[in-house]
């Protein structure tokens, strides 16, 4: 019996390990329809840089921006850092330090957001105490980076809750970007579709967990993305808006 055990437990991981394969190309397929190769990416809030590298890896440069140094310390040792430049840092709305709430057991739920924190607490009992600790880390604006690097072609911002102040941080729409939203929490969502940084125009689409194809037939405007949003059940479904900004014509650029 224990021969039999083994076997199903590596075929078991070999199929998993195939799905998994198989839905990361799917994830890189969506990403290149979106991306020409040698754009300029902000990945803000890029855990331990699984979309960092897909985006490297699909020919573009990318900047990291990700608070927790285990997770920095990662990306340092696991991907060149030539095409990833990392940055131990959060964005928000100022330039100084932040108070960010870390969990010792999962490193992809650190926010910013108190309120977030609450909110999934409250409808899921096995997250309550995750959040173990409180660290003190550097926050930059979006705009602070642009003045920087430039404007990139394309902004990734996954960041637990803290989306709205996070945009408030940029003043000048890059042509793609997307902020992921929480079901659960999709007030925060939907006041970010009323951000004064989306120029009259401006499209969106969005995806449930982790983009492989769009929900939506085409890019619709604020409203008719608000009306599907609103039809989604209040439970704790993640997933990502994508904004597009309208074409500039020759006279305005």
């Known amino acids: 019996m224990t021969g039999l055990h083994a076997a199903a437990r590596s075929l078991y991981h070999l199929t998993a390990g195939r799905q998994a394969a198989d839905a990361r190309e799917l994830i890189r397929k969506f990403y290149q ?3 020409p190769s040698g754009s300029l990416v902000f990945d803000i809030g890029a855990n331990v840089g699984v979309l960092s590298a897909m985006f490297a890896a699909l020919g573009n440069r990318v900047i990291a921006l990700e608070p927790n140094k285990d997770c920095v310390r990662h990306i340092e040792l696991s991907y060149s850092q030539e095409s ?3 940055i131990q840092a959060v964005a928000g709305p100022t330039n100084g330090l932040a108070t960010l709430n870390l969990s010792d057991e999962r490193d992809d739920i650190s926010s910013l957001s108190s309120d977030w924190i609450a909110t999934i607490e409250e409808q899921h009992s ?18 602070t980076l642009v003045k920087h690097y430039g404007l990139p072609d394309f902004i990734k ?7 709205e ?17 929480n079901a659960a929490f999709l007030e925060v969502g939907l006041r970010c579709l009323d951000r004064p940084l989306f120029e009259s125009g401006t ?7 982790d983009p492989s194809g769009f929900e939506l037939d085409g890019w619709v405007g604020p409203e008719r993305l608000k009306e599907a949003l609103s039809r989604m059940e209040k439970v704790d479904k993640h997933g990502d808006i994508f904004v597009k900004r309208p074409p500039y014509t020759t006279s305005q650029s």
């Open 84 to 86: 990833i430049e990392v």
């Open 157 to 163: 911002i996954d960041v637990e809750g803290f989306e």
């Open 203 to 209: 499209v969106f689409n969005f995806a449930i967990g």
């Open 165 to 181: 102040s996070v945009l408030d941080g940029l003043s000048v729409q890059p042509a793609l970007m997307s902020f992921e939203f």
């Open 33 to 35: 329809t979106l991306l």
């Open 126 to 143: 096995e997250y309550r105490g995750l959040w173990s600790k409180k660290v003190t880390v550097p926050m930059v604006t979006l705009d």
